[in-house]
């Protein structure tokens, strides 16, 4: 059934492009994005069969190079290993509509707490499967997330689908993404303010991979001989960290997580010492330039309010921060795009990857979900562990400082914890139920050890008291009578996988070539 909303805009369609009238039969809009929206179409074959398809509709502001991009990398790894295939193409003046085959689908959101063990396998190992195909001709998706890897549980297909943010690698098999000869961008060049080490250069290991090692940057000669980065294009965006020059003052290590230094903390002291009158107080900002001093503004104002504390405050969100490409969905996006770092790699969409497969293995979607980029690392930092993730920022030119030491979590314990929280009776309504059990896994994350303290089974919901915490909570209730569907069997070959996705360096995170070999899919084709 068609609304009035779709009814006008399919009309509109038909304007902009008359000659899909020609071939297909709009029946409704099925999805909408930032760039484009979807309809689904049908199309009368010359066996008078008919046929469905997905038009995607690119708004008219779409920058061209994108739109070729995407149509090359249809072209070149479409309609093998679960990958979309593109059939046609359609034109006038700026708008461009792109027919694919349409694949019936679930939603993840409807399937991810239903499905047995046994499909989450298989649903990660095709979605590996797509990326190792996409991978091994030098593109990178970008935008890895459940919405853009269609699943059909009845009859078991996958798709992934939409590369309107995908990039190619300097080693790139699809001709348009290849670096062009006199692009503006190849003259310019960028350095990194504060301490951060100049080149980013991937520690030695035995296999290196074209789908891991690879950078926007490219190497070239500077002036005094010696090496130095080149500004790498990104279809129709501009990477502002050019002819940044670091500032002497603010020698110190870029901050993205908003923490504060001790250096920092010797604010607070300030006003016992010296007025802000006597003594104007610096604050640099995070990309290590001197933002301003307190005798312009209220002390207030200039004090972190987080610095010891599990959150990010305003001040720490609104300085000034390295712009860096940040393509992705929010939730999905690795750390290293979070620290706005220009050494993105393949091993972007092998992190989404693995968000998708701890959504799976731990019954909660969506896992990480924050406004901002300094409250997404920080709910990473909840999971990996606050010195991982400070190694880890190291290989890719950053410097991550923590206030406290926060300890990697056991994610087998922290997983298998959450899926029984799914199965937990609640009463009430569907809503009401995902509801609550969604802030029952909300306490276990913030404190895996003794989370929900005291809580009891109530006959309508699932109340906190004071008690004997969580493992008497969940004992209260019998599952024996519950088919786990294979959960209760989980292999630790699961989450040693599910570690080497979340590694939080890119430059040892697993490929999708390794992953397919991995011990857990043994058996799988």
Same mark, same amino acid.
């Given at each position: 059934?068609?609304?009035?909303?779709?009814?006008?805009?399919?009309?509109?369609?038909? $304007?902009?492009?008359?000659?899909?009238?020609?071939?297909?039969?709009?029946?409704?809009?099925?999805?909408?994005?930032?760039?484009?929206?979807?309809?689904?179409?049908?199309?009368?074959?010359?066996?008078?069969?008919?046929?469905?398809?997905?038009?995607?509709?690119?708004?008219?502001?779409?920058?061209?190079?994108?739109?070729?991009?995407?149509?090359?990398?249809?072209?070149?790894?479409?309609?093998?290993?679960?990958?979309?295939?593109?059939?046609?193409?359609?034109?006038?003046?700026?708008?461009?509509?792109?027919?694919?085959?349409?694949?019936?689908?679930?939603?993840?959101?409807?399937?991810?707490?239903?499905?047995?063990?046994?499909?989450?396998?298989?649903?990660?190992?095709?979605?590996?499967k797509a990326l190792r195909r996409i991978h091994s001709l030098g593109i990178v998706h970008r935008d890895v997330k459940p919405n853009n890897f269609l699943?059909?549980?009845?009859?078991?297909?996958?798709?992934?689908?939409?590369?309107?943010?995908?990039?190619?690698?300097?080693?790139?098999?699809?001709?348009?993404?290849?670096?062009?000869?006199?692009?503006?961008?190849?003259?310019?060049?960028?350095?990194?303010?504060?301490?951060? *080490?100049?080149?980013?250069?991937?520690?030695?290991?035995?296999?290196?991979?074209?789908?891991?090692?690879?950078?926007?940057?490219?190497?070239?000669?500077?002036?005094?001989?010696?090496?130095?980065?080149t500004q790498r294009s990104v279809f129709g965006e501009r990477n502002c960290n050019v002819n940044v020059a670091a500032v002497p003052e603010a020698n110190?290590?870029?901050?993205?997580?908003?923490?504060?230094?001790?250096?920092?903390? #010797?604010?607070?002291?300030?006003?016992?010492?010296?007025?802000?009158?006597? #003594?104007?107080?610096?604050?640099?900002?995070?990309?290590?330039?001197?933002?301003?001093?307190?005798?312009?503004?209220?002390?207030?104002?200039?004090?972190?309010e987080c610095f010891g504390k599990g959150m990010v405050c305003n001040i720490c969100c609104q300085r000034e921060k390295q712009i860096a490409p940040r393509?992705?969905?929010?939730?999905?996006?690795?750390? $290293?795009?979070?620290?706005?770092?220009?050494?993105?790699?393949?091993?972007?969409?092998?992190?989404?990857?693995?968000?998708?497969?701890?959504?799976?293995?731990?019954?909660?979607?969506?896992?990480?979900?924050?406004?901002?980029?300094?409250?997404?690392?920080?709910?990473?930092?909840?999971?990996?562990?606050?010195?991982?993730?400070?190694?880890?920022?190291?290989?890719?030119?950053?410097?991550?400082?923590?206030? #406290?030491?926060?300890?990697?979590?056991?994610?087998? $314990?922290?997983?298998?914890?959450?899926?029984?929280?799914?199965?937990?009776?609640?009463?009430?309504?569907?809503?009401?139920?995902?509801?609550?059990?969604?802030?029952?896994?909300?306490?276990?994350?913030?404190?895996?050890?003794?989370?929900?303290?005291?809580?009891? *089974?109530?006959?309508?919901?699932?109340?906190?008291?004071?008690?004997?915490?969580?493992?008497?909570?969940?004992?209260?209730?019998?599952?024996?009578?519950?088919?786990?569907?294979?959960?209760?069997?989980? *292999?630790? $070959?699961?989450?040693?996988?599910?570690?080497?996705?979340?590694?939080?360096?890119?430059?040892?995170?697993?490929?999708?070539?390794?992953?397919?070999?991995?011990?857990?899919?043994?058996?799988?084709?």
């Amino acid at each position: 059934m068609q609304s009035g909303v779709d009814t006008g805009e399919i009309q509109r369609l038909y $304007e902009v492009l008359p000659q899909l009238r020609n071939f297909f039969y709009i029946a409704q809009k099925i999805g909408e994005g930032t760039f484009s929206s979807v309809y689904v179409a049908y199309a009368k074959l010359k066996s008078g069969q008919e046929q469905l398809f997905a038009l995607k509709h690119l708004v008219p502001t779409s920058h061209p190079s994108r739109i070729t991009a995407e149509l090359e990398c249809l072209r070149a790894a479409g309609g093998e290993d679960n990958v979309i295939s593109v059939k046609y193409c359609f034109r006038k003046n700026d708008h461009v509509v792109i027919v694919m085959p349409y694949m019936k689908h679930d939603n993840f959101m409807d399937v991810v707490h239903v499905l047995t063990f046994q499909e989450a396998k298989e649903y990660i190992f095709n979605l590996l499967k797509a990326l190792r195909r996409i991978h091994s001709l030098g593109i990178v998706h970008r935008d890895v997330k459940p919405n853009n890897f269609l699943y059909n549980r009845q009859l078991k297909r996958y798709a992934l689908v939409d590369f309107g943010l995908a990039q190619g690698t300097p080693q790139t098999k699809v001709d348009f993404l290849m670096e062009k000869e006199g692009s503006c961008s190849q003259s310019k060049r960028h350095t990194i303010s504060g301490n951060i *080490p100049r080149k980013v250069v991937p520690p030695p290991s035995a296999k290196h991979s074209v789908k891991r090692h690879w950078s926007h940057s490219q190497i070239k000669p500077g002036k005094h001989g010696k090496e130095e980065p080149t500004q790498r294009s990104v279809f129709g965006e501009r990477n502002c960290n050019v002819n940044v020059a670091a500032v002497p003052e603010a020698n110190a290590a870029e901050k993205v997580i908003a923490s504060q230094t001790k250096e920092q903390s #010797k604010l607070t002291e300030a006003p016992c010492r010296k007025s802000a009158a006597q #003594k104007q107080v610096s604050v640099r900002n995070i990309s290590g330039g001197v933002a301003r001093n307190a005798s312009s503004t209220s002390q207030d104002t200039l004090i972190c309010e987080c610095f010891g504390k599990g959150m990010v405050c305003n001040i720490c969100c609104q300085r000034e921060k390295q712009i860096a490409p940040r393509a992705g969905t929010p939730g999905f996006r690795a750390p $290293e795009v979070l620290a706005r770092s220009t050494y993105q790699t393949t091993a972007i969409d092998m992190w989404s990857a693995g968000v998708i497969f701890l959504s799976l293995l731990s019954g909660r979607f969506h896992f990480f979900n924050a406004n901002d980029d300094l409250n997404a690392l920080a709910q990473i930092i909840a999971i990996r562990g606050s010195r991982e993730t400070s190694e880890g920022a190291k290989h890719y030119g950053k410097a991550v400082v923590c206030s #406290k030491v926060i300890p990697a979590k056991n994610l087998k $314990e922290l997983c298998e914890g959450l899926r029984r929280v799914c199965l937990v009776p609640i009463c009430g309504t569907e809503s009401d139920a995902m509801r609550e059990r969604n802030a029952l896994q909300t306490k276990m994350i913030e404190n895996q050890d003794a989370w929900c303290e005291g809580a009891t *089974p109530s006959t309508s919901s699932a109340s906190t008291s004071q008690g004997s915490g969580f493992a008497s909570f969940i004992d209260c209730f019998d599952f024996g009578h519950i088919n786990m569907q294979g959960w209760d069997r989980v *292999p630790d $070959e699961a989450y040693h996988l599910l570690d080497r996705l979340l590694d939080m360096n890119p430059s040892t995170r697993i490929t999708a070539e390794e992953a397919m070999t991995h011990p857990l899919f043994r058996g799988l084709v």
